[in-house]
């Protein structure tokens, strides 16, 4: 569609008619001089002047030529612009961070596939997480791991591909024995402090409870809640396991519940951690923020360009015919043949 960023500047169309009918005419004195045989050089000249001064000729070229000017200068300072079919662009909306358990105990080969076949936890968790990550094309996803300690494995990033390399490659006990659930959820927040998107989730995924982070849990879950992360937890394994290895429901749904998450659990069935991960994908929908960018060309340029150019071309065309015209007289004062025009066959 075509648009003018100044439309008012159109307003302006009738001002040379304004001035011509209000405005004075212009007049001067100026010093002349006498010439008895002044009707005869008019005449020779072919001018008609009026009594008491010397009227211009203005023919109809001149007139139709000036007032296109007019109307194209002000079209050109109205600025024409053709803006082009609105280009839609999908941004993500939601950062969303995986954190999983790599200590010991995921080795516990107590997890069922649907073949009946008995597999390791971890193994269980790549393959159903991996099928997760494949599904939200629409968001960030991030990797945390945490043992002894919480590293990041992948930043907040579009490339699911390499989330999914990233995940393939995880190894029981690379991040220590134990369980630091605390640092992983401060080191989630860390990452996502840089983060605009308007929604920013983590879900921890575990089979003990905390035993070395360097800031509790629920500490870590009031900040996470002031810095606007949710949090949902994924508790593994058998909860009537005893010692370091046993999984803490109640402190995993106390630090959800503090940030405005969900706690689940799953047992030794593959297809109860994927049913987890498909409410999860429910709870978080895929979301996406749509940017409009309409790209506009200016076209000012067209009106001034073609008013130039039918200036330059009217005064070559002037210049031509006075050059003709003076060729003509001087052929005329020589009485050198072909100084007159004649008509017909």
């Known amino acids: 569609m075509w648009k003018f960023d100044f439309p008012w500047m159109f307003a302006l169309l009738p001002l040379p008619v304004l001035v011509w009918w209000l405005a004075p005419a212009y007049r001067t004195t100026a010093m002349a001089v006498r010439v008895p045989f002044f009707h005869e ?3 020779a000249a072919g001018e008609k002047p009026a009594p008491g001064g010397v009227r211009l000729r203005r023919h109809w070229l001149l007139r139709l030529l000036l007032p296109v000017l007019w109307i194209l200068l002000v079209t050109g300072a109205a ?4 803006v082009e079919p609105p280009i839609v662009r999908d941004e993500p909306a939601r950062d969303l961070m995986l954190a999983i358990d790599l200590s010991g105990s995921m080795a516990t080969r107590d997890f069922v596939d649907e073949a009946g076949e008995r597999m390791d936890r971890l193994s269980a968790v790549k393959r159903v ?6 599904k939200r094309k629409g968001d960030r996803i991030g990797l945390v791991v945490f043992g002894d300690a919480a590293y990041p494995q992948a930043p907040f990033t579009l490339d ?13 006990g690379m ?18 402090a840089d983060s605009h998107a308007q929604e920013k989730v983590l879900i921890l995924l575990t089979d003990g409870n905390d035993t070395s982070s360097a800031i509790p849990p629920e ?6 809640k002031q810095h606007q992360l949710v949090v949902h937890t994924v508790g593994i394994g058998d909860p009537a396991t ?9 402190a995993l749904a106390h630090i959800a519940s503090l940030t405005g998450g969900r706690a689940f659990r799953a047992l030794g069935h593959e297809k109860d951690l994927a049913d987890v991960y498909a409410t999860l994908d429910k709870l978080t929908p895929e979301k996406i923020k749509r940017e409009i960018y309409r790209p506009q060309h200016d076209y000012f340029w067209v009106p001034v360009a073609a008013g130039l150019s039918m200036l330059a071309l009217y005064h070559v ?13 001087a052929r005329r004062a020589q009485g050198l043949p072909g100084s007159e025009v004649r008509h017909g066959n």
Do not use: Y
């Open 41 to 43: 050089m008019a005449q």
């Open 79 to 82: 600025k024409p612009v053709f």
């Open 129 to 134: 997480v991996a099928d997760f990550v494949a």
């Open 160 to 172: 699911h591909d390499s989330v999914r390399i990233l995940l393939d490659q995880m190894q029981i």
């Open 175 to 192: 991040a220590g024995p134990r369980t630091a659930i605390g640092d992983a959820i401060g080191l989630t927040i860390k990452l996502s």
């Open 219 to 224: 500490r870590a879950a009031e900040i996470a």
């Open 242 to 250: 005893t010692g370091e290895d046993r999984v803490d429901l109640d």
């Open 317 to 329: 065309l002037a210049l031509l015919i006075a050059l003709l015209r003076s060729a003509r007289r």
